[in-house]
């Protein structure tokens, strides 16, 4: 079966330093994914998906990007983090119709 | 995107049928889905349904989708405390979806 994994699970980080997160899916091969953030109004955003390995599409401007070195891992990095990069960022992927989420990462900047 | 809506809170009675209710604006959308949230946790995919369907049901889990008022509906019977959590509505047009703010469904015993 599926899973999808992501770590760390908490984060506090200080205003301008970076952001590294990472997503990896097992028991599938090159599946779409996906980063959204969830923000305190609770709506999901979109930042970036990703069809293949290389292959980013940003939805969003702002101070992230994203990378997927391997076929089944997707990072989402910062070079200086922001007071408004706090929220909760959850990992996805598709399956046919289904998209499926990962548990998510807590990220909060002081 | 498109906007989709839904009303922010929903009390219900342990027992009762929940109904939350979900408006979006882009008549391509493909699949519409229902998604719960429990307190700190990811979003777990409830159901789905195609946009040529006007029904689906699902154990205690009934969909309802008028496409003309673009109009999606979820109705939990014999609601439980475990099902207070946050459900979102999702609608997908492309590779992404598109949600709403979510919906709290509070059960009281």
């Known amino acids: 079966s599926q899973t999808i994994h992501q770590w760390p699970a908490t984060l506090v980080q200080p205003v301008g330093s970076p952001l590294s997160l990472e997503c990896t899916v097992e028991?599938?091969?090159?599946?779409?994914l996906y980063w959204y953030r969830q923000a305190a109004g609770r709506g999901l955003q979109l930042l970036f998906y990703?069809?293949?390995?290389?292959?980013i599409s940003s939805e969003v401007p702002q101070n992230l990007s994203a990378s997927r070195p391997q076929d089944r891992q997707f990072i989402l990095s910062s070079k200086k983090l922001l007071l408004s990069d706090s929220g909760f960022y959850l990992c996805?992927?598709?399956?046919?119709?289904?998209?499926?989420f990962g548990p998510g990462t807590r990220l909060t900047v002081l | 995107g498109e906007d989709v809506e839904q009303s922010l809170f929903l009390s219900v009675r342990e027992g009762d049928s929940s109904v939350i209710n979900c408006t979006y604006t882009?008549?391509?959308?493909?699949?519409l889905y229902w998604y719960k949230q429990e307190p700190g946790a990811g979003l777990q995919l409830l159901t789905y349904?195609?946009?040529?369907?006007d029904m689906k049901q699902d154990q205690r889990l009934t969909v309802l989708l008028n496409k003309k008022d673009k109009h999606l509906s979820l109705r939990i019977a014999d609601t439980q405390t475990g099902d207070s959590a946050i459900y979102f509505c999702?609608?997908?047009?492309?590779?992404?979806?598109?949600f709403g703010k979510g919906t709290s469904l509070l059960v009281t015993p």
């Open positions: 999702a609608e997908r047009t492309g590779y992404a979806l598109n």
């Open positions: 882009d008549s391509s959308s493909t699949y």
């Open positions: 996805a992927w598709d399956s046919y119709n289904e998209q499926f």
């Open positions: 028991g599938t091969s090159n599946p779409n």
């Open positions: 990703s069809v293949g390995i290389g292959q």
């Open positions: 349904i195609f946009s040529n369907m």
